[in-house]
């Protein structure tokens, strides 16, 4: 059974910095990818960031590139997500997920088959 446990939510102010973290268990396999999303109140989940776990190779939204990053652990057991220069559209339900599908660099939701509880980040201005 695989598990993702987000933690490191909270909230701050514009232009401060949260780092998330995500804790994977149960794998007996490789999974292509790993990837953030986040679900503000009243709009769809959207991709944040992805990184591909055959070479690291990092994909992000364009509204956050430059601001955040993810990463992996060494064991790449655990997923972060650096956040930087935040902003109030930055608001929302954060998710860490993995996927099973080569084609989850494109960031959409439905690429991904498992699913974290979420983590609230709340940005004020």
């Known amino acids: 059974q695989v598990q993702l446990v987000e933690s490191g939510g909270g909230s701050v102010q514009t232009g401060g910095s949260l780092r998330l973290s995500c804790a994977a268990s149960?794998?007996?396999?490789?999974?292509?990818?790993m990837g953030w999303f986040r679900q503000a109140p009243g709009r769809e989940r959207e991709g944040v960031a992805a990184?591909?776990?055959?070479?690291?190779?990092?994909y992000y939204a364009d509204s956050v590139k430059g601001r955040f990053t993810i990463s992996q652990g060494a064991t790449k057991n655990t997923l972060y997500l650096q956040m930087n220069g935040l902003k109030p559209e930055d608001t929302a339900m954060y998710y860490c997920?993995?996927?099973?599908?080569?084609?989850?660099?494109?960031?959409?939701?439905?690429?991904?088959?498992?699913w974290g509880q979420g983590t609230q980040v709340t940005v004020s201005s």
């Open positions: 990184i591909r776990d055959a070479d690291g190779r990092t």
């Open positions: 149960g794998y007996t396999y490789s999974r292509p990818c």
């Open positions: 997920a993995a996927s099973l599908n080569p084609a989850c660099t494109r960031l959409r939701v439905g690429d991904y088959n498992y």
